[in-house]
């Protein structure tokens, strides 16, 4: 197949059509509130913009382009529509890993269309039971972003050994098809209303071996799918790209946030005094802080995978006191971003208790994200700390 995206564009140029789409997104997001899901039309758009399958193999029509491009198309979409960045990023890191299975199982599915859309659940909440040819799975998954407008999903599980021997963990993603599964709506909720993060529910689904992939093979740059799509991009560790990915919606809510409260506070007078929010030191200092942690974070994103990507050009590895300190560094990212919309609303004063006062979806919205499991900073904090001490890492998430 031949690569249908442009590569004239500069980087620059990139979220620059991120930004000429964000208007009309963000006249949707009432709508998507209400329905629950992204609107098909900001999904169509995403998909001509070339955003969804930025990290789609270029022998699929894809970008193959940097994961860090593509976060920033989130952060900038998130601006306005943290949900719409959320599912972007989730649905095209699908591409990508799709890109790491067997090439039986990116044939079975971008064989029939090249602009297939996936969701995801990665936690191993079901049941999976090893059959002739593959493994059959039953059970209930949940959080799917996305599920309302896929036609297929990566589910996590265990996959048991083989003639009861005792082998390592075996934690894989299954591909299944929306044949096989049905999405239960229980999507209300006051943060990312938008993303449709239904369950999904399987009873008996077989899969075969092909639709599987290994996360020691994501973990160890090994995945079969390397041998057709041989771009550094697919030899990243699954673990960085994944984790990455649920960061920029936070940045761009809490950048949101901040414009927001800027447009409010330049102008505003205190209700009790009359003074000047905009000359008061407090505020000054909320702002400062608040800009250049977001642009630290973003300029973090960018050497990090700057750095991956050099080594793996060098083809040198990518060592795990790197990769622990990456994982760190993406955890503590969306805790801040959610102590900036908090911040900025608590010094917006009386007027931010009303319905509808803007800052209150931007601060809702992060929360939601901050409560993602891979956004807890606890454990990648400790383990930091532990592997500078001499002691074994203990995250898989690498």
């Known amino acids: 197949m031949t690569h249908e995206l442009s590569r004239d564009e500069s980087e620059s140029g990139w979220p620059g059509r991120a930004r000429e789409l964000a ?4 006249a949707r997001v009432e709508k998507a509130a209400e ?28 970008g193959e382009r940097s994961p860090a491009e593509l ?43 090249p602009k297939a859309r996936i969701c995801s659940s990665y936690a191993p909440t079901g049941r999976v039971e090893r059959v002739p040819g593959g493994f059959r799975l039953s059970g209930r998954w949940s ?11 990566f589910l996590g ?18 591909l299944v098809p929306a044949s096989d599964y049905r999405v239960d709506d229980v999507w209300h909720v006051v943060g990312l209303q938008a993303t449709g993060s239904n369950d999904i529910v399987l009873d008996g689904a077989f899969v075969p071996e092909h639709r599987t992939h290994r996360m020691s093979d994501g973990f160890g740059g090994t995945s079969p799918g390397i041998a057709v799509n041989p771009a550094p991009l697919f030899r990243l560790p699954f673990g960085q790209v994944f984790v990455a990915a649920l960061v920029p919606p936070a940045i761009g809510a809490a950048e949101g946030a901040l414009e927001a409260f800027l447009s409010r506070e330049s102008t505003r007078r205190s209700g009790g005094d009359l003074s000047a929010s905009a000359e008061s030191p407090e505020t ?33 590895p990518i060592s795990v006191e790197r990769r622990v300190r990456y994982r760190y560094d993406w955890s503590r990212m969306v805790p801040r971003c959610g102590e900036i919309g908090a911040e900025l609303l608590a010094a917006s004063g009386a007027g931010a208790i009303f319905e509808g006062f803007p800052l209150q ?38």
């Open 284 to 316: 000054q200092a909320l702002v400062g802080r608040a800009r250049a942690d977001l642009d630290g974070f973003k300029l973090l994103v960018r050497t990090h995978f700057a750095e991956m990507l050099e080594l793996i050009r060098a083809d040198e």
């Open 143 to 153: 959080f799917s972003s996305g599920c309302l407008h896929s036609g297929w999903a």
């Open 361 to 398: 979806r931007y601060l809702h919205d992060l929360w939601a994200i901050r409560a993602h499991f891979v956004n807890r900073p606890g454990k990648p904090e400790r383990n930091l700390g532990g592997v500078q001490l001499g002691l074994p890492n203990t995250d898989f998430l690498l």
């Open 23 to 26: 208007p009309g997104i963000a």
């Open 157 to 174: 599980g265990i996959a048991p050994p083989e003639d009861g021997a005792q082998d390592p963990i075996d934690m894989r993603t299954f």
């Open 35 to 62: 329905q629950r899901r992204i609107p098909e039309e900001t999904l169509d758009e995403l998909e001509r913009a070339g955003f969804s399958r930025a990290l789609q193999p270029a022998r699929w029509g894809g």
């Open 71 to 113: 976060f920033e198309v989130q952060w900038t979409l998130a601006r306005v529509c943290p949900s719409s960045a959320w599912v972007l990023g989730v649905m095209a890191v699908h591409n990508w890993q799709l890109g790491l299975f067997p090439p039986e199982a990116q044939e079975e599915v971008w064989g029939q269309d």
